[in-house]
């Protein structure tokens, strides 16, 4: 071997290990806080270990979900209140999940940077926390990858995957037919798309991150991080209550694209546009950007995040039920005899 006072290190070519080795050690309280039945190992192995008969699962089917946050890492990074996107990044994948009638049971992160910022991936992922807990999910492990040269210093990407179980049989959707109800569920604001076309607005308008939001009492960074609501401990209730037949998740493609997604062939939804009124930041939106309604409903969730469609017999009591866990709710439509989405009303 050849010794050389010279040799490079990984620390010169820009991948830090030991602030690697720090951000886990950090971290490692955040997972522990997300604990539950079935969680066999924490942090620091080569795989995270999950025990589906110690979470009371007889014949379990697995389900799957993957996602991420979108451009409005842009903002977050931009602004430096990277802590919601944690948030975000979990309710992308288990709202996904609880669609199919699963509960979450665990969570992995990817995060890759140009430069490792402990302290600031630290606060991605306690969010990241922050949104196992409100689903009931463990975070039992990720990855972290420092990759000079790939993204620039300041920058960063997230991915998520959350793995939920249900008994055998018991999938969604099933049973939609002509007739059922949809109740709507507000979103918290835009959630995690559309934000390409929020920020081309923003630039368009003049204005800042640091400016005052038009329509909230903070600023226009602030306001437009507002974490994605997660839905999936009021939807699990509602479907062990019995009477719901599928949900569907308002993401890209807003109410256009999603409820389709939930129908048996033959089968659309009348959607009464009165129902609910439209948040102000798509107020603010729709006016700024010049938005045709069909654009605002294709490409937002308009204040809607989450649809049951029930049967109409159990629509009352889900409401009732969906409320007292803290949820407000809008009977926003039916189902029909056709295809696709219609409208009817006006978003006000």
């Known amino acids: 071997m050849t010794k050389s ?10 991948v830090d290990i030991d602030a690697g080795n720090a951000l886990v050690e950090r971290i490692k309280p955040a ?86 910022d402990v302290e600031r991936a630290a606060q991605v992922v ?50 939609v037919a002509e007739g059922d109800v949809l109740l709507g569920l507000a979103s918290s604001g835009v959630h995690s798309n559309g934000y390409s076309l929020v920020r081309r ?21 602030e306001a437009l991080l507002a974490p994605t609501r997660i839905y999936v401990k009021p939807a699990l209730a509602a479907i062990g209550a019995g009477g719901v037949h599928g949900l569907a998740h308002i993401t890209g493609g807003g109410l256009t694209e999603n409820l389709p997604r939930v129908l048996p062939e033959g089968l659309g939804c009348a959607v009464d546009l009165s129902a609910w009124s439209l948040p102000p930041v798509f107020h603010w939106l729709r006016e700024a950007g010049g938005l045709e309604t069909g654009e605002l409903l294709k490409t937002f969730n308009a204040g809607i995040g989450m649809v049951l469609v029930v049967a109409p017999e159990r629509a009352d009591a889900i409401a009732t039920l969906l409320e007292k866990q803290g949820e407000a709710v809008f009977r926003i439509g039916e189902v029909v005899a056709g295809a696709g989405v219609s409208y009817r009303g006006e978003l006000a």
Not at 205 to 212: A, I, R, T
């Open 201 to 221: 607005i923003v630039g368009l308008q003049g204005l800042s991150w640091d400016s005052p939001a038009p329509f909230a009492e903070m600023t226009l960074g």
């Open 31 to 116: 997972a522990k806080s997300t604990d539950r039945a079935g969680v066999m190992a924490g942090l620091g192995g080569f795989g995270g270990l999950f025990d589906l008969r110690a979470a009371g699962y007889r014949d379990p089917v697995l389900v799957a979900a993957t996602d991420g946050v979108g451009t409005k890492l842009r903002i977050a990074i931009d602004t430096g209140h990277v802590a919601g996107v944690g948030i975000d990044l979990v309710a992308m994948c288990v709202n996904d999940l609880v669609c199919q009638g699963a509960e979450p049971l665990f969570f992995l992160d990817y995060f890759a940077c140009g430069a490792l």
């Open 5 to 14: 006072g010279n040799g490079l290190t990984y620390a010169q070519a820009g």
């Open 126 to 175: 306690e969010g990241i926390a922050e949104g196992c807990r409100q689903s009931g999910s463990a975070l039992i492990g990720g990855e972290t990858a420092e990759m000079p040269g790939m993204y620039e210093r300041e920058d960063f990407d997230l991915a998520g995957f959350s793995v939920g179980a249900m008994e055998r049989g018991a999938a969604l959707p099933a049973g």
